[in-house]
């Protein structure tokens, strides 16, 4: 059961070592500029590998539960998906299993990988566990700790950690198969949260110290994305690097601009360079790039969170 890019090498490799009888997935939903149906990429997964796909609207459909019943799966494996009602989880002989992408009981919630590259943490992991009927409480199977990288996006980082799933799927099943799986009750405390992000989160408050900022740029990449307010709109921010972290200037001015080297902005501490941006209707480009078609000059203000400009 799952939906995105990132449960895909789990769902192939889970195929190649395990007879899997059906996959669960989203309907099929109209997406880009053409608004066509586009089925996710668990589904296009699947049909390579010749699985029947359910698609339903609503997990609790009785024609639904149905069809998961004639499936008959000893196992249900879980990644990247919505919260599955009691009926459901409750169905196989041994259990329905989730890979989440933390060490929990740290980051529980839709958004464990971004979360954790936006706070600046420099590891991360994966979890297997069993599904309950409290979000991502159950007994954990197993983890495997994820290093990293001081300048690696959610993107860059989740396409390292579905690699990494892949192989502890796989490993997961192999020990509920053989009955040798462990079951580790969660720590009751409570990790650092992790919800869905919401796209106000993205514009930058250049009152943050540098590195904060960084952080966020790369946790917001690719998706919802960072962003800044200048004169002509709103301004995608991909990739920054940070120039210094004691340095002073005016929040959101920008400090150097160059048609060669690109341009930095001051944060409330330290300096930022804006590697990659992209203007409203345009696509990426570098910071020179954006310097020499829009002739930004320092001493420009970019708008902070909550400010209007006229």
């Known amino acids: 059961m799952g939906t995105s890019e990132f449960a895909a090498p789990i769902l192939r490799a889970l195929h190649e070592r395990h007879e899997v009888t059906a996959v669960v997935t989203r309907p099929d939903s109209c997406r880009g500029r053409g608004l066509q149906f586009t089925p996710s990429p668990v589904k296009v997964a699947a049909l390579e590998c010749g699985i029947t796909v359910l698609d339903p609207v609503t997990l609790d459909d009785p ?3 149905v069809a998961l019943r ?4 000893e196992l249900f494996f879980v990644t990247a998906f919505r919260i599955l009602p009691p009926a ?6 041994f259990g329905t299993v989730n890979l989440h992408g ?3 009981p740290d980051y529980r919630g839709a958004a464990p990988i971004q979360r954790a590259v936006i706070n600046g943490d420099s590891e991360t992991g994966l979890t297997t566990f069993y599904i309950e009927e409290t979000v991502d409480t159950g007994d954990i199977i197993l983890t495997e700790r994820v290093p990293i990288g001081p300048d690696e996006t959610a993107g860059e980082l989740a396409a390292r950690m579905r690699k990494i799933g892949a192989a502890l799927a796989v ?3 192999d020990l509920v198969e053989a009955g040798t799986n462990p079951r580790i009750p969660q720590p009751k405390r409570a990790g650092r949260p992790a919800p ?3 796209k ?14 960084h952080n966020l740029v790369r946790g917001m990449n690719p998706e919802p994305g960072a962003f800044t307010v200048w004169d002509r709109g709103m301004l995608k921010i991909h990739r920054t690097r940070v120039v210094d972290e004691e340095s002073a200037g005016t929040p959101g001015t920008v400090a150097e601009a160059s048609p060669t080297g690109g341009f930095s902005v001051w944060c409330g501490r330290g ?10 209707g345009k696509r990426p480009m570098d910071g020179a790039a954006f310097v020499r078609g829009y002739r930004i000059d320092p001493g420009t203000l970019l708008a902070l969170p909550g400010m209007h400009r006229s």
């Open 63 to 65: 024609v639904f539960l």
């Open 88 to 93: 459901v989880f409750t169905m196989p002989p």
């Open 171 to 173: 490993r997961t099943a």
């Open 200 to 213: 106000e989160e993205g514009w930058i408050d250049w009152r943050r110290d540098a590195r904060s900022i």
């Open 196 to 198: 869905k992000l919401r």
């Open 102 to 104: 933390s060490l929990l």
């Open 271 to 280: 300096k930022l360079a804006i590697l990659q941006t992209q203007p409203p």
């Open 70 to 73: 004639e499936a008959r799966a």
